[in-house]
């Protein structure tokens, strides 16, 4: 039982990072229905620029983690301005190839500039141990899982309860009639970008300091389980990209736990076309009828 | 018709187009020869410059041309240049760059770094009479046309200086049963590459064959950063050592893990631990009682052993690591092959190399029929991160 308890800590962590990087995918998928597979890679420049901040800036963990996604958020809308906003009336596969694009560019930019091999994040947060009938949690995960529960609060309050949450709902129901209403769509598919970046951002840092390794191409494997936890909780909805993530994260370390560590992957490609072939919209998600 | 001879122009001009890619670098970096064709000799680097294995290619990039920067500098003139390629891990990227530099006319090459690659190019480069030497193909009877049969026929011109995956993994493993007296191990490796699959038989077949129990195998896929998971189960077993087969990318964070979760028996592992990487990735407090099998340790340095690092360190500003060592050794045999022949005719340097005697920093050695070197195996401890004693090890594998 305890290993089993062990296990689901130890899931939670992992799911806490995919479902940071899911909530950026089923974001901008809400908003302009394209699946933005430079996002992983966002995360990755996300651990980047906290490692440099902590190694040459010599900043803690709260100034790195806010560096890291303020410069992930830019980053983001650069890219929206530059490569997506351009396509926004062409056809999705263009969108969508394009995406993959940007995603090679950032992987090969940050092995130019960064160099190729692996980099290890300093300690800036002490790992302490603590033993809870006979389950290890260690102060790192207890930071990861909370910080990600505040971001998510964070952004769930954002969506809900401002003017540009508002305008967000708005353009991912009808990009047009919201733009009749007076809507800036540009803007507001710009902060969409800005803040589903900023979450992967803070999910590079906080890999970053769990794992202590970072590399140019962290970004690939971790990006596509978020994908799936995205689709599986409901592409474009925001409680079920969390629920994904935790879900998918918890679903891989118990089958790693149990004896399958090859299979772990496969398994979760295995869930995803379980859930495209049974419901879908996702778990959360409604069956909406297209108009044609 | 107007627009079929349009069409005819357009076709035509982007025809030149592609030959010019051709011709030119074509998005691979470009040969550098700078001296006239006649009296320099060509020596081809061939490495994974870019993807996912960059950092083994840039290494031996490295520790190459250092090789051949010191050989001009000893003859006092630029006498061999390199001509570098970047296969980005691709095995087909490979193959082609392989028929490009057997165009290019090289006396030989260097290179890939890695196992799948380089078994990519051996059939091109052995067709074109190419002398290929790999610094770190380690995979078992790579240099044999038909690996997955010991009794087929070696490449002519393939050689290497790694010793095979069987040598050092069956080496830990009497080290294991030897000098630890462990009789149970877990064996944890990197399933995705031939080199962690080549060590984990390797181990598990010798250990067994010495009397100790393998009690359970667990994989991973290189690349992964979480492996809590498989540890918990792991630690919840009855066992004296864990065996990790891959490189140290992965085993920095499974013994960080490791030791978190619980473990603290001895932690084995292959040559791929030997890197300063290892403990910043591990942390210096958690690299005790771990041992690795090597050619290459900076453990009781020789001078030319410590000449190669000062010269590396002054050239690069970064230390070495095993990769460069091997490729430098591999570079200098190359040179000292051609200078022992006196030419760069195919043939003579060929069989120059089958009975070459070469002193290299990783090791002295000659080859053996398969041309692979002959030479020891190395045990490396760790404690507190520092590599400390270094204790030669000879599997006794012929029973």
Not at chain 1, 71 to 77: D, F, K, Y
Not at chain 1, 154 to 159: E, G, S
Not at chain 2, 336 to 343: K, N
Request: glycine share 10%; with cysteine; hydrophobic share 45%.
């Amino acid at each position: 039982m305890t290993v089993f308890l062990q296990q689901i800590i130890n899931g939670l962590s992992l799911g806490s990072i995919y479902a940071l990087i899911a909530l950026g995918y089923t974001m901008v998928y809400g908003i302009i229905k394209l699946i933005n597979f430079a996002h992983g890679d966002i995360y990755m420049l996300g651990a980047y620029i906290g490692f440099i901040a902590v190694t040459s800036l010599g900043l803690g963990f709260f100034p790195a983690l806010l560096a890291a996604m303020a410069g992930c958020a830019l980053i983001g809308v650069i890219i929206e301005r530059v490569a997506y906003k351009p396509l926004r009336h062409a056809t999705r596969i263009t969108a969508l190839i394009t995406a993959i694009g940007v995603s090679y560019f950032l992987q090969a930019g940050t092995q130019r500039v960064m160099g190729t091999g692996v980099k290890t994040f300093p300690n800036v947060l002490s790992n302490e141990v603590f033993m809870i009938g006979g389950v290890r949690i260690t102060s790192q995960q207890i930071i990861i899982f909370i910080t990600t529960i505040v971001l998510m609060l964070v952004l769930q309050f954002i969506v809900k309860k401002t003017k540009i949450g508002r305008a967000m709902r708005a353009v991912s129901v009808d990009a047009d009639a919201a733009k009749l209403m007076g809507i800036n769509v540009d803007a507001t598919i710009s902060y969409t970008f800005a803040i589903g970046s900023a979450l992967a951002g803070a999910a590079g840092v906080l890999v970053g300091i769990y794992y202590n390794s970072i590399n140019p191409l962290m970004g690939t494997l971790p990006g596509v389980k978020a994908f799936i936890a995205a689709v599986f909780g409901g592409i474009g909805i925001i409680p079920g990209a969390m629920f994904g993530g935790f879900f998918i994260g918890v679903c891989e370390t118990l089958i790693a736990g149990y004896g399958g560590s090859l299979y772990k992957d496969a398994v979760v490609y295995i869930i995803l076309i379980v859930i495209l072939i049974i419901k879908p919209a996702g778990l959360l998600g409604k069956n909406v009828k297209e108009k044609v | 018709m107007k627009k079929f001879w349009k069409m005819l122009i357009v076709a035509c001009l982007s025809m030149t187009a592609l030959t010019a890619c051709g011709n030119d670098d074509g998005g691979s970096e470009a040969p550098t020869d700078s001296t006239t064709e006649s009296d320099t000799i060509k020596i081809g680097l061939h490495y994974e410059l870019s993807g996912s294995t960059a950092d083994y290619g840039n290494a031996e990039l490295k520790g190459s041309q250092l090789a051949i920067a010191q050989a001009n500098e000893r003859l006092g003139e630029e006498v061999y240049v390199d001509v570098t390629y970047d296969n980005r891990g691709d095995p087909a990227e490979a193959v082609t760059l392989a028929a490009r530099l057997a165009e290019d006319g090289v006396a030989g090459v260097v290179g890939p770094a890695t196992s799948g690659a380089s078994t990519a190019t051996y059939q091109t480069s052995n067709d074109n009479q190419v002398v290929v030497i790999s610094p770190s193909a380690t995979a078992n009877n790579q240099t044999l046309v038909d690996p997955s049969n010991p009794e087929s026929d070696v490449y002519d011109y393939v050689f290497r200086v790694c010793f095979e995956d069987t040598y050092q993994g069956a080496a830990m493993a009497q080290f294991a049963f030897d000098n630890l007296g462990a009789s149970k191990a877990i064996v944890y490796g990197d399933t995705s590459s031939e080199y962690g699959k080549g060590l984990m038989d390797a181990f598990s077949e010798h250990f067994t064959s010495l009397g100790g129990e393998v009690v359970d195998t667990m994989s991973y896929v290189a690349g992964e950063t979480e492996f809590s998971s498989v540890l918990t189960n792991i630690a919840a077993q009855d066992f004296d050592v864990l065996y990790i087969a891959g490189y140290y990318s992965e085993a920095g964070l499974i013994i960080k893990q490791a030791r978190a979760a619980g473990i603290d028996c001895p932690i084995l592992g292959p040559d791929g631990f030997e890197s300063t990487t290892l403990s910043d990735l591990a942390g210096v407090e958690n690299l005790n009682d771990v041992y690795f099998t090597t050619a290459y340790t900076t453990v009781g340095a020789s001078d030319e052993l410590q000449a190669f690092i000062d010269a590396y360190k002054a050239e690069y500003n970064e230390d070495p690591n095993m990769f460069s060592a091997l490729a430098y050794d591999s570079t200098n045999l190359l040179i000292q092959a051609i200078e022992e022949a006196g030419t760069t005719d195919p043939e003579t340097l060929k069989q120059t190399l089958e009975n070459i005697e070469f002193d290299g920093i990783t090791g002295s050695f000659v080859f053996d029929e398969t041309h692979t070197p002959v030479k020891p195996v190395l045990v490396v401890e760790f404690v507190d991160g520092v590599q400390t004693n270094a204790i030669s090890v000879n599997p006794s594998l012929d029973e």
